[in-house]
Nanobody, 125 residues
Framework: QVQLVESGGGLVQTGGSLRLSCAAS????????MGWFRQAPGKEREFVAA????????HYADSVKGRFTISRDNAKNTVYLQMNSLKPEDTAVYYC??????????????????WGQGTQVTVSS
């Protein structure tokens, strides 16, 4: 069993930065690929970024490439999402998730084992 708790969301101006954290409980954190997703009001949840077990293989949605960076620290059971050059269209609730591999996360498919409760990110124009 893994519990995921996101933090770091907030209100920021266009062009600003935020770093989200997702702390995982349990001893099996390093056994999971980790991902970040977001859901804006009235829209479906979408994939943002994913990282493999070791942290050396990363994937990003086209909309965030070059602006967002996913990383993980297995010693701290934490995955991060550094968000730079934020835009109003990045406004959403951001969720972290755990799955056996990054392909499942990228496809937002059945097989995602755990979700966090979400943290709100609001980018003002």
């Amino acid at each position: 069993q893994v519990q995921l708790v996101e933090s770091g969301g907030g209100l920021v101006q266009t062009g600003g930065s935020l770093r989200l954290s997702c702390a995982a409980s349990g001893r099996t954190f390093s056994s999971y690929a980790m991902g970040w997703f977001r859901q804006a009001p009235g829209k479906e949840r979408e994939f943002v970024a994913a990282v493999n077990l070791r942290g050396d293989n990363k994937h990003y949605a086209d909309s965030v490439k070059g602006r967002f960076t996913i990383s993980r620290d297995n010693a701290k059971n934490t995955v991060y999402l550094q968000m730079n050059s934020l835009k109003p269209e990045d406004t959403a609730v951001y969720y972290c998730a755990a799955a056996p591999d990054t392909l499942i996360l990228r496809r937002l498919s059945v097989g995602i084992d755990y979700w966090g409760q979400g943290t709100q990110v609001t980018v003002s124009s």
